[in-house]
């Protein structure tokens, strides 16, 4: 009975860590970012800012999906359960490393390339629009992850709150 109390505790933070995390992303992409692209007229001031917004929100993805890692392989490792939600949130911690250590990287570097040739009226001229094409590129590429990260964890959410476990009395 004390095993099965202990698996439904990990459940339970598995839960309210992956809403929180699905609630702040939903939250910033569907409301902030939109709102500062319509109140910030400068497309490189906001993009700036959502950047910096992103950037931000990497460390603490990064802190939530390494915490939920290590909480999802000891219910593996100690209770043989949850496999399918270790999966899912390994998956998960795999595109917060892939945001953090190249996506939001690079996206910083072409913006930053982007505006210089702005500034200096040097778009359109040979090799310029290339750095607004592979911005653009890398700009749908996280969106497009973005929506899978957030595909992914409402899964968990929902494996989460609809399966029920059948008792660990076995263990």
Known sequence: MVVFREFIMIK????TLVSIWWG?????DFAVVPMVFRIINDFFNAGELGVALFSKLNIFELIAS???LIIASSSVLIYKKEKTTFALILSAWIITLIYFFYLTPKLLMLTELWKK???ANQIGISGISDIQQEHQFFH???VTIDSLKLFILSIILGLQLFK???SLEST
């Open 66 to 68: 390494s915490l939920l």
């Open 140 to 142: 749908k590429i996280y």
């Open 12 to 15: 339970k933070i598995i839960l």
């Open 117 to 119: 040739a702005d500034s």
């Open 164 to 166: 029920r476990e059948k």
């Open 24 to 28: 702040w992303t939903v939250i910033i």
